[in-house]
C-alpha cells in the first residue's frame, strides 16, 4: 500500500492531505504514479501541470520523477518550502 | 539539539544551555528570527497587506530528519561545540518569535557561519510553508529567489 501525503497548497488544490492505494501494476516510478493519479482525480491537473510549484519526496527524502517505486512506500508532494 | 514545536522558546534560557552543552566554547552565535507585520512575499512592499496571522505548516518527521541532516552537513564544515535548532508551527502572530538557531564553537567565524549556512537551508530545504492571512484574504508565501541565491553561495564553498 502506497501512502500519499500533500501539503500546503497543493493539499488545498487536491482538497485532501492523505489517501492510500496499492501500488498499480503500470506504475514504475513517480512519473507514471502522477500520471495515474490524474487520471483517478482529474481535479489535479491544475497544479500538477506547473512542475515547478510541485516537489516530491519518497520515504520523506526529496527526489525527482524518475525516482522507482516500491510497494509501501511513504510519498508526499508541496510546494516549495518557506521555513524560517 | 532540534525542536519542531508551537510554543514559543527563551532565548535566555537557550543560550544557558547553549553554553553548558558547549564546555570550552569561545563564541556563541544565536539568531532570532520574528514575525513580520509588513509582509514582503516578492521584496515589493508597496500595496502589500499587513498579516494579521501567519500559519507554519509541516511535514512531522520529514521536518526533524532535515533539520538533522543540516545540522550534520554544518558539523562536517565547521568545528561546533554544540548546535541548537527550534522551529515554531501553527499560528503566529507579527513579532512573535518564529525559529531559533543557536552554534558555539571555539572560535567567532565557525559559529557566524555555520549560524547562517543552517539558515540558509532551513529556508529552503525543511519542509515548513507559511500562509499569510490578512483580514479574509490569505494565500501561501511563495519561495524567494533571494533564498535561492542564498543557498547557492554555499555550493562552491
Do not use: C
Not at chain 1, 6 to 20: D, L, N
Amino acid at each position: 500500500m502506497l501512502t500519499i501525503h500533500y501539503f500546503a497548497s497543493v493539499r488545498e488544490a487536491v482538497k485532501r492531505s492523505k489517501e492510500e492505494l496499492e501500488l498499480p501494476e503500470n506504475v514504475a516510478n513517480i512519473g507514471d504514479l502522477i500520471e495515474h493519479l490524474l487520471l483517478l482525480h482529474p481535479h489535479f491537473e491544475a497544479i500538477f501541470q506547473d512542475d515547478r510549484k510541485i516537489l516530491i519526496a519518497v520515504n520523506q527524502t526529496v527526489v525527482d520523477k524518475s525516482q522507482a517505486l516500491d510497494p509501501g512506500d511513504e510519498i508526499a508532494f508541496f510546494p516549495p518550502m518557506t521555513g524560517g | 539539539m532540534i525542536s519542531v514545536q508551537s510554543e514559543d522558546f527563551s532565548l535566555e534560557q537557550e543560550y544557558q544551555k547553549l553554553r553548558t552543552e558547549a564546555g570550552d566554547a569561545g563564541a556563541i552565535v544565536t539568531f532570532t528570527g520574528i514575525v513580520r507585520k509588513l509582509y514582503d512575499g516578492s521584496g515589493d512592499t508597496s500595496g502589500t497587506a499587513e498579516t494579521d496571522t501567519l500559519y507554519l505548516e509541516h511535514y512531522p518527521g520529514m521536518t526533524e530528519t532535515s533539520l538533522a541532516n543540516i545540522v550534520s552537513a554544518a558539523e562536517k564544515k565547521w568545528a561546533l561545540l554544540a548546535v541548537r535548532v527550534i522551529h515554531r508551527v501553527g499560528e503566529l502572530k507579527p513579532k512573535e518569535q518564529i525559529v531559533f538557531v543557536g552554534t558555539a564553537s571555539g572560535h567567532r567565524q565557525d559559529a557566524f557561519d555555520a549560524a547562517q549556512f543552517i539558515m540558509d537551508f532551513l529556508k529552503s530545504r525543511a519542509p515548513f510553508w507559511k500562509k499569510q492571512s490578512a483580514g479574509k484574504d490569505s494565500h501561501w508565501v511563495d519561495a524567494r529567489v533571494s533564498d535561492a541565491e542564498a543557498l547557492a553561495r554555499w555550493q562552491d564553498s
